[in-house]
C-alpha cells in the first residue's frame, strides 16, 4: 500500500485519496467524496471551506466511510494517528468566530447542533452528555465563560461537550523547550497532529507553523480512554461554526491513521488559501 501511495503521489500533481484499508490521505480535496453540509464546500482550487462570509453558519465535511476503531467487537479502540493543515481568515485576529473542530462521532448527522460557541458540534441540550460518544479538537478562536475557556485563542481536548478536557493557548514547544504562540485566526497556515495511544491511553495534540517539523514536544497532553467514548463504527470528520461574526475556516490537507501513523501531507501539493479583500487594518480603519 505504501509503494501505490508513493507511486500515486509521485505521479499525480493534483490531489490525491491514497485510500489504504485503514489510512489515507488528501493533499487538497478536489475530487474527493466528503460529505459536505451548511456552508462546507469544496473551492475549485481544492480548499475545503467549512464555513463562508455567512453569519451564524455552521459546516461539516465527514469522511464517507466510517472506521472500525475497535479490531473487534468491544475490544478497545485502537491506536491513531490524525494530521490536519488548516487556516482561518477573518478581518481581524482578535475578531474571529468562531472556530473548528476536528471530530470523531457516531453519526454524520449534525442536524441539531448549532453554529456559534456550539462550534456545530451540540447544542445546549446535549452538551456534556455521555451519550454523544464524540470526540473532538477544538480550535476556539473565541472566549465562552460557560464552558470555562482560557481565552480567544486556545486548542482544547473535547470529550461529548464544549468544556474542554485540557486546554492550552494554541502555539508549540521549540526545540529549546521554549513556548512559541500562534495565532490561529492569522490567515497563516499551520498543521495539527492528533495522536492516540491505545496502551495509555494517551492523547497528544501537537501544532506548528506549515514551515514547521512536527514538534517532539506536544502542545497538550492527557490520558483519556478513548475505548470509553467512541461507538464502533465511528465517523470522522471537521466542523466549524460562525456567529454574527463571521470568518471563513478551511482545510487544506488531512491525513489519518488507524493503527498507523497519518501519512505525511505533501505540504508542496496544497491548495493556496485566498486572499481576500483589502487588508485586516484597513478594512478596521474603513469600519472606524
Ligand atoms: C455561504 O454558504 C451558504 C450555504 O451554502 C450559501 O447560501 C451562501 O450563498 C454562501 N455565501 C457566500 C458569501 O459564499
Ligand atoms: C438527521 O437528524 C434529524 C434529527 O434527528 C432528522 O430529522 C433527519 O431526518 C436526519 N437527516 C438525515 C439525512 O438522516
Ligand atoms: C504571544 O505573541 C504575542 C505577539 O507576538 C506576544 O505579544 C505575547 O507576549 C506572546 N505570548 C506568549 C505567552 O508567548
Ligand atoms: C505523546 O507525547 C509524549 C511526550 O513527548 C511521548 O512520550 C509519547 O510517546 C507521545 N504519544 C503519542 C501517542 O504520540
Ligand atoms: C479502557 O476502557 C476499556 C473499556 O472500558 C477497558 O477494557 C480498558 O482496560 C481501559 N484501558 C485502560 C488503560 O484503562
Known sequence: MESLCSFLLFSLNIAVLCMGEDQFVYSGFTGTKLILDGAATVTPDGLLELTNETANMKGHAIN????????ILNSVVQSFSVAFVFGIVSLHPDLSAHGMAFLVAPSKNFSTALPSQYLG???????????????????????NKEFHDINNNHVGIDVNGLQSVQSHDAGYYDKDGMFQNLTLASREIMQVWIDYDMQYTRINVTMAPIKMRKPTRPLITTTYNLSQVLTDPAYIGFSAATSPINSRHYVLGWSFGLNSPAPAIDTSKLPKLPRLGPNPRSKILEII
Open 64 to 71: 464517507p466511510i466510517p472506521f472500525h476503531f475497535r479490531k
Open 121 to 143: 458540534l451540540f447544542n445546549p441540550q446535549n452538551n456534556g452528555k455521555i451519550k454523544n460518544h464524540i470526540f473532538a479538537i477544538e480550535l476556539d478562536t473565541n472566549l
